[in-house]
């Protein structure tokens, strides 16, 4: 019977390699199937999830996704957003009411970018509360998702910019917040007191706040268009050019 060859050390450094390499082939493969299983828990396991997922996947599929992520919630029913759930572009708005910067933003830039591209389909805006500034900070949000509860949430920041000072800290009294909403119109202010009194909307501005600090942003104004990062109240020309750009189907900054 013929003897088998001994294996040599090439022989015995070819099989390592191959023995390697399908390692490597097979962890490759369950990283692929952990990653597709895995990525929507409840996509496969709520029915109404998976048929509401393809229209946030189709509204983002022209635009790329910077380093944050996708951000965006496409609620439909959200009173702190403005513009299509199926917006090709979502601009996330990390914002305090006692900022000077963001009231400047609020006045200068927004108006442009909901006559230009919110009015149009193109992009979708999404409020974050960010009061890094004090109680009365988390006061003003409570109050904005006070006025937000009657579908007023809007007309109240508008109010509350309109007013800021041009430097410093504005101050948001609750003598201050109730005229607001008045001026915002939100049409029962009785309730409005008694809402922005509470501690009910705690939970959803501290969500917020720990999303923030989370993706390590570091004061306010601060955005995300796409998961493309932008710090500040830029010139409204940073912004226009940066939709233009997501709309089109490239990156954000080209």
Request: proline residues 9%; charged residues 20%; negative net charge.
């Amino acid at each position: 019977m013929p003897e088998t060859p001994p294996i040599t050390k090439p022989r015995r450094r070819d099989l390592t390699l191959l023995g390697l390499a399908v390692l490597l082939a097979i962890g490759l493969v369950v990283v692929l199937v952990v990653r597709q299983g895995g990525s929507d828990p409840e996509a496969s396991s709520s029915p109404a999830s998976a048929m509401s997922a393809p229209s946030a996947a189709e509204a983002s599929a022209t635009a790329p996704i910077g380093p944050l992520g996708d951000l965006a919630r496409r609620q439909a029913d959200d009173p702190m957003a403005l513009g299509s759930p199926t917006a090709p572009v979502v601009l996330i708005e990390f914002a305090d009411f006692r900022c000077p910067f963001c009231a400047q933003f609020g006045r200068d830039t927004k108006p442009v970018l909901i006559d230009r591209y919110v009015n149009k389909g193109v992009l979708r805006i999404e409020w974050r509360d960010m009061p890094i500034f004090g109680p009365e900070s988390m006061s003003a949000a409570r109050a904005a998702r006070a006025a937000a509860a009657q579908g007023r949430f809007w007309e109240f920041v508008t109010a509350v910019y309109d007013k800021a000072p041009a430097r410093g800290r504005a101050t948001l009294t609750t003598e201050a917040l109730r005229g607001f909403a008045a001026t915002a119109g939100v049409p029962d202010l009785a309730r409005f007191d008694v809402d922005a009194a509470s501690v009910d909307f705690d939970d959803a501005i501290n969500a917020d706040l720990q999303e923030a600090q989370s993706l390590g942003i570091p004061s306010t104004p601060a955005f995300s268009l796409n998961g493309e990062p932008v710090l500040g109240a830029q010139p409204t020309d940073v912004f226009t050019a940066m939709i233009d750009n997501l709309a089109a189907g490239g990156p954000a900054n080209s």
